[in-house]
């Protein structure tokens, strides 16, 4: 069973989850998506759903790989962002046979962010994100939100690392148990 973080997190929050998965009889892998926790990539904190489903993925193709896991019985379990970005690995992974979905928050990506900021704030963050595109097609730099950071629109944006909060955090919550 592969195990995936919400947004807030990182796999060391989910050591509290592993063990009744390991007592019912699972192999469990609890991952890091790229960019948040011990996993590597840049620009550290990045929220990805896309990538995010194929980190969930290439899990499932690590576990394939272990002898004591049978590969056609492999599953998936996310909590909040992570359950929605475990279902949609589900969807485009035939392999995994198995989905369970803990406090979904993000189904209607749009209507979240309505709920977050406000209507107003989601127009002018898809101008925001429009301007992000032709800058970075034209070659200029893209801009960065810190990763679990949310902005109301006419916010200034804060100059605090998301990478030093998580790394904080992973160093409080230590390792996760594996089976």
Request: aromatic content about 8%; hydrophobic content about 40%; glycine content about 10%.
């Amino acid at each position: 069973m592969v195990l995936g973080h919400s947004g807030v997190m990182v796999k060391e929050a989910l050591a509290f989850f592993a063990p009744y998965f390991v007592k019912a009889g699972f192999a469990v892998l609890a991952i890091d998506y790229r960019t948040v926790g011990s996993s590597e990539g840049e620009p550290r904190g990045l929220d990805h759903p896309e990538r995010q489903v194929e980190d969930f993925r290439s899990a499932v193709s690590y576990l394939q790989t272990r002898p004591e896991v049978r590969p056609e019985r492999i599953g998936v379990w996310g909590v909040s962002i992570g359950g929605s970005v475990a279902a949609q690995a589900a969807v485009l992974d035939r392999r995994i046979k198995c989905v369970v979905v803990q406090s979904p928050s993000v189904w209607n990506g749009w209507r979240y962010m309505e709920r977050l900021l406000g209507r107003a704030g989601v127009h002018a963050l898809r101008d925001r994100l429009q301007q992000d595109w032709q800058r970075r097609y034209e070659g200029g730099q893209s801009a960065h939100v810190p990763h679990l950071t949310h902005l109301r629109a006419g916010e200034p944006h804060p100059p605090a690392r998301a990478d030093a909060a998580a790394d904080d955090r992973q160093r409080r919550l230590g390792p996760v148990p594996h089976a």
